[in-house]
Structure formats: structure tokens, C-alpha cells
């Protein structure tokens, strides 16, 4: 029976060439999106040959831009957005104001201080773009070539009706959603059925993204997000999002393949200093915009550096906005084009701009005497308190990192009645521990104010909570330098680092792996013990 085999055409070769250019730009120690981009660029209708079905290829992308915030959603919980509001709200929303156009999506979810404020900002921007996409179409109706244009009245109500939808979902999904669904999760799987499950988890993504967009009018996106935070409040959650991996991976890359097919190439020769002028934006104008704030807060020019670095590229919000704008005629076709060439160029150059943070920050001090003035140690966290009794720092643990590690070793201090300093990066952790009684100093632990501030020379040992070898061996340095005998304990993740940084060290380290291997052997051992008694 003859049938139409355009879907199966489109998907094989947006995926086979995908994977041939992105294979070829991991080579190039290039991110493999940009590959997936350029895939995109070969089947769309700007360039000779093969030309796939941009109208399914939309279709496929909108799919994989709900898993894609799915994923986000299954791995950012709203009390990690809330830890780090004091620097990712504001930031965000000046520095939107800033670039309104030039929203950055990441998906890379870090465990440091420094990652949790990178990620809350993009999140915060995120969340800003999806209200921009909702709010974009009664705007144009004013602003834009749009037909129909409101009055002043009726443009107020329409926004008005706007935000109260979004809030009667978000409010109906924090407070309901929050408690259904984990639920809904922990009832398939008790099946037994991994088909199910993962059924469960994608109908849950594609469902909630749906309903949202036909009850509420949210776009899909947003409703995809808040479906991976509720679920992310059920046990399962973590195997919701392995489970589900495979197919987000594909449609994320079917997703930057349908963005490459809208890039028409010739803009690079027709108007080649737009497109500098479009990455100087992205890559220069907003990371410092986002430097200056996060240095304006008072945080560590390395937080600072890193967090700029973040944003220093745009991704699928841009582009998604960037087509409802050519759609609703506020934005021309060349402008579209242009921001995708931004977004290209940029996210080609970012790993780049990740390597040159630490050259940077030795720079930056070395020459800006405004830097070193925001880096003073006048901050009144950045020291303990004149009301400090001075026999508990003599003899004490020195904490860097207040993390999950961290807060389960400070917990069993606690029990211990033993006392220990805490060197947190994350000011807001610092102002919690302050109130509970407990010593913290804000800072980098691998800067030796903060470890002096902390007392590290008549200290105990040193418990390093953090998980970044290159931060530990600098602490383990200074730590040596002003205390020779202090004894040092390090976490590590990997055997090999761990293992060299015996070597090298000579320090304790503990692998997270093993020391849950050995502390289950313990137990099963114990229990086999147990049984044996109990028989004689």
C-alpha cells in the first residue's frame, strides 16, 4: 500500500548526518551540538542538494524541546533555585534587561556553589524567556506589524488573563502536581514493568506539556520544565531521567538539526560585521554584564569568571524565540538568520572560553585595582565574629564545602561535640550557619585569606568536601604551608585521582564509591553474623 515517507526521510537523514558532522566536531575538541547545527544546515533549503521537510522537522523539534526542559525539570528542584535567589533572581532579571534577545539555555547541572549559581541563573533567564513567549503575541498585536491592533485597554487585559494562567498552572503544579504525580510514579512502578515506567515518565512530560498549552495557554516548554520538577519530587526520579535519556538525546539532537535547517549561510558573506557584532554581544557584552554583577554581589572573582563564562553562548530559547518573532513580523528573516549564526559561533567558542577563567582571574588581579577592592576581606562574613570564644579554634576541623558531603560530616561533628570552622563559597549557606551558631566564613578555601580566616593554622585536620581535585590540591598547599602538621582528609570521585593524590600528597582521601562498597560489606557482614548467633 503506497504511503508518504517524508517523517522516516527527515528523521533518517537529520540523525545520520547529525552524527557524522557531530562525530567530526568531537574530534575537533569541538562541542558536538555545533556538528548537530551544521547537519542542519546541509538538509535545510539554503544550501544545494537533499532537502528534508522543514514543517515535520518543526514538529519533531517542538518534542524535543519538551523533553529537553523535561530533563531540566528532572534535575533542578526549586529548593536549589531558592538557595542561590540573592545572586541568580537579580542577576537575571538586570542582566535580561541588558540583552532582553539573548537568553541562554545550559543543561550541565554542577554540584559546586559555583555551578548551583550558574544553573539558578539560567533558569531564572529561562523561565523569563518562556514569559516572554507567552507574552510576545497580544505585545505585537501593538508594537509589531501584526494585524488587529489593541488598545491600550484591551493589550492590559489580555496580559493581565496572560499571567493569570501561567500562575493558576504553576500554583496548580506545585501544589497538586507535586503530590499526584510522584505518586502516579511510585504506583507503575510497583508493576514490575520497565515499559511502563518509561511510558509513565514520557506520557507525564508530553501530557503535562499539552494540557498546559490547551488549558492555560502555556507554552509547551514551560509545561514541560515544572513536569520534570514535580516528578523530581518522587524517590524514582533519578531513574525516571535514565530511563528517558535515550529518547531526549535524540529528539535534543533532531531539535538543534531543525534549528540548523533555518540558518541561511550567506549572511556570513553579506553581512559579515552584523555577525561580529551579534557574537561580541553574546560572548563579550553579556558575560560582562554578568561578571560585573556577580562581582557587584560580592562574590569571588572565580564565581564571577565562571558564571560569565556560562552564559557566554545562547541556545534554544534564543532560537525559539527568534522564529515566533519572524512569525508574528517583529523580527525580519535576516535577523533570525544572524542569531543563529551568533549562537553557532558562540557555542563553538565557549569551550574555549572555559579554559581561559584561570589565566583570566590571575590577570584581572594582577592589573585591576577595582578587582582586588571588591576581593577585600571587609565583608562581614568573609571573617568570624569578634564574639568568637577562642578555645574552639584551637584543635579544630576545618570544613571546605558545604554540600551534601559537607552537611553529613558537619552533622556528625555536631554529634560529636567536636568544633570545626565551615569555608562555603555560597554566601547564603554561610548567613543559614551564622544563625544555627555555627563558625563559617564566605570564600574560596583555595585562597589563603579564607583558610586564615577560617584558623586553619592551629586546626586539627582539614576535611575537603569539595569535589574539584584542582581546588583540593591548592587547599592542601596552603593548608601544609601555614600548618605543616595539620592532618588532611580529601573527597575524591575517581580512583586514579584519588591514588595520585596519595601519591603526591600525602594526604587521606576517601572515593565515594568504594567507601559505599566497603560500608555494605561491613553491614551484610554484620548481618551474616547476626543470623549465625542467633542460630547457635
Not at 499526584?180 to 507525564?204: D, I, K, M, Y
Not at 557574537?279 to 558575560?287: E, L, M, N, P, R
Amino acid at each position: 500500500m503506497p504511503h508518504s515517507v517524508e517523517l522516516i526521510t527527515t528523521i533518517a537523514a537529520a540523525l545520520g548526518l547529525a552524527l557524522i558532522f557531530g562525530f567530526i566536531a568531537v574530534r575537533l575538541r569541538l562541542p558536538a551540538l555545533v556538528g548537530y547545527l551544521l547537519a542542519g544546515i546541509v538538509i535545510g533549503p539554503f544550501t544545494p542538494g537533499f532537502v528534508a521537510d522543514t514543517a515535520l522537522a518543526g514538529q519533531l523539534a517542538e518534542i524535543g524541546v519538551m523533553l529537553l526542559m523535561f530533563g531540566v525539570g528532572l534535575h533542578f528542584s526549586l529548593d536549589d533555585l531558592l538557595s542561590v535567589k540573592k545572586i541568580a533572581l537579580p542577576g537575571a532579571v538586570v542582566q535580561i534587561a541588558v540583552v532582553l534577545l539573548k537568553a541562554l539555555e545550559s543543561l550541565g547541572a554542577l554540584a559546586t556553589p559555583n555551578g548551583r549559581i550558574a544553573v539558578g541563573w539560567l533558569i531564572v533567564e529561562d523561565l523569563v524567556m518562556v514569559m516572554v513567549l507567552v507574552l510576545l503575541p497580544p505585545l505585537a498585536q501593538v508594537f509589531g506589524n501584526a494585524p488587529g491592533t489593541a488598545s491600550g485597554h484591551s493589550l492590559l487585559a489580555t496580559l493581565a488573563i496572560t499571567l493569570g494562567e501561567v500562575a493558576l498552572f504553576i500554583g496548580l503544579m506545585l501544589v497538586g502536581g507535586r503530590r499526584f504525580f510522584p505518586w502516579l510514579l511510585w504506583q507503575v512502578a510497583r508493576t514490575g514493568s520497565r515499559e511502563l515506567f518509561t511510558l509513565c515518565v514520557v506520557a507525564a512530560a508530553l501530557g503535562i506539556a499539552y494540557g498546559s498549552s490547551v488549558l492555560f495557554g502555556v507554552s509547551f516548554a514551560l509545561g514541560a520544565f515544572f513536569a520534570g520538577m514535580v516528578l523530581r519530587e518522587s524517590a524514582l526520579s533519578y531513574r525516571a531521567a535514565e530511563e528517558t535519556l535515550p529518547l531526549r538525546d535524540a529528539f535534543a539532537v533532531l531539535f538543534f538539526v531543525s534549528v540548523g535547517m533555518l540558518f541561511d549561510p550567506s549572511v556570513l558573506l553579506t553581512q559579515p560585521l552584523h555577525v561580529l557584532a551579534v557574537v561580541a554581544i553574546i560572548v563579550f557584552g553579556k558575560s560582562l554584564a554578568a561578571f560585573l554583577l556577580v562581582l557587584a554581589f560580592r562574590y569571588p572573582l572565580n564565581t564571577a569568571l565562571t558564571v560569565s563564562a556560562s552564559l557566554a553562548q545562547i541556545g534554544e530559547f534564543s532560537f525559539i524565540l527568534a522564529g515566533l518573532g519572524v512569525m508574528l513580523g517583529v523580527l525580519p528573516a535576516e535577523g533570525q538568520s544572524l542569531i543563529l549564526a551568533g549562537a553557532l559561533i558562540s557555542i563553538a567558542l565557549n569551550p574555549l572560553v572555559f579554559t581561559v577563567i584561570e589565566p583570566a582571574q590571575t590577570w584581572i588581579r594582577a592589573r585591576s585595582k577595582l578587582a582586588r577592592k571588591l576581593e577585600q576581606r571587609d565583608d562581614p562574613l568573609a571573617e568570624l565574629p569578634a564574639d568568637v570564644t577562642p578555645h574552639t579554634l584551637t584543635g579544630h576541623i576545618v570544613l571546605a564545602g558545604y554540600g551534601r558531603v559537607g552537611r553529613h560530616i558537619a552533622e556528625a561533628l555536631d554529634a560529636q561535640g567536636q568544633s570545626y570552622v565551615v569555608a562555603e563559597q555560597q554566601r547564603e549557606e554561610v548567613e543559614k550557619l551564622r544563625t544555627r551558631g555555627i563558625h563559617a566564613v564566605v570564600g574560596d578555601a583555595s585562597e589563603p585569606a579564607v583558610l586564615i580566616q577560617a584558623h586553619i593554622a592551629r586546626a586539627l585536620m582539614l576535611v575537603i568536601a569539595i569535589p574539584d581535585a584542582f581546588q583540593a590540591r591548592k587547599m592542601i598547599e596552603i593548608a601544609r604551608t601555614l600548618n605543616p602538621r595539620i592532618h588532611i582528609l580529601v573527597r575524591s570521585h575517581c580512583e586514579d585521582e584519588a591514588a595520585l593524590l596519595r601519591r603526591e600528597q600525602s594526604v587521606d582521601v576517601l572515593v565515594g564509591e568504594r567507601e559505599l562498597a566497603n560500608s555494605m560489606v561491613r553491614r551484610v557482614s554484620e548481618c551474616v553474623k547476626g543470623q549465625a548467633e542467633a542460630h547457635v
